[in-house]
């Protein structure tokens, strides 16, 4: 299988990989969180309820690299019928950097070596607790993939203060 749709019922909790997937449209856009809208084969009805607004969502590319392409939460759930499938179920969900969009970074970051770590390191600060809207679960949960090469010293040395940037904009800085 070239990819993999799964979803989660808790945070922290086991994925559980979806097998009625019949299609998935990515909408990647500049500056903005990724989106995804995902359609499943339901001709019981019985994957209608399963899926619930805000159940956290990933997609992996099983190809090449295992990668995680989409990580978010489900936005929308609409079951309907399709002449071809018969009864279909469409999942849209927004990546878990929403959240960042409309927070501004004010702080100064100094001594990464990796872009990866410098982009985590951003994140866990403006990470938002007590809601259903956690940028990440924990920095181990495999949400972040490690640069493949280390910078000089101070190449990636930012300071954000006073530069009302939202911290999506400073991440794809």
Known sequence: MPATFQYSTSLGGAW??????????????LGLPLSIDVT???PTN???RTYTEYIRIRFIDNINTNQIIFLGKASKIQPHY????????TISGKD???SLLNQFINSNYTGFTRRSALVQQIVNDHRIT???DTVTTSPDSGEFQDSTVAEPATQL???YVNSRKSVLR???E
Do not use: C, F, K, S
């Open 16 to 29: 559980t990989t979806e097998n009625n997937l019949l299609r998935t449209t990515i909408h990647d856009m």
């Open 40 to 42: 499943l084969a339901d």
């Open 46 to 48: 019985a994957r209608e």
């Open 82 to 89: 399709d002449p071809v499938y018969g009864q279909i179920l």
């Open 96 to 98: 878990n950097l929403q």
């Open 130 to 132: 007590g809601t259903t």
């Open 157 to 159: 040395d930012t300071n």
């Open 170 to 172: 400073a991440i794809a």
